[in-house]
């Protein structure tokens, strides 16, 4: 499986970004994280491969929402009202079966998208 991240770029505090990750090969639960300068990388979101369930990070409920189009095998990351410490490298990962948003294993990962977040 491989993963591609984009649509990350340069956008002014109270913006909005919308991240897109394409997989090549079958996908399951997916998630985005993220990893800011000298800081552990951290999860941000998750989707199952229905839809149905979705799990947020407290930092990002209500400002951040994730979807998916299975069609185009694809997972979006809808980010408003940016804040500065929402700068980081967002990555997207899948798992390798179903698996619930609580107990995800992921295992394959895309290369990362900068979202720089100016005050």
């Known amino acids: 499986v491989q993963l591609q991240a984009s649509g990350g770029g340069l956008v002014q505090a109270g913006g909005s970004l919308r991240l897109s990750c394409a997989a090549s090969?079958?996908?399951?639960?997916m998630g985005w994280f993220r990893q800011a300068p000298g800081k552990e990388r951290e999860f941000v979101a998750g989707?199952?491969?229905?839809?149905?369930?979705?799990a947020y990070a407290d930092s990002v409920k209500g400002r951040f929402t994730i979807s998916r189009d299975n069609a185009k095998n694809t997972v979006f990351l809808q980010m408003n009202s940016l804040k500065p410490e929402d700068t980081a490298l967002y990555y997207c990962?899948?798992?390798?079966?179903?698996?619930?948003?609580?107990?995800?294993?992921?295992?394959?990962w895309g290369q990362g998208t900068l979202v720089t977040v100016s005050s």
């Open positions: 990962a899948t798992t390798v079966s179903p698996q619930s948003l609580t107990a995800a294993k992921y295992e394959y």
């Open positions: 090969g079958r996908t399951f639960t």
């Open positions: 989707i199952t491969y229905s839809g149905g369930s979705t």
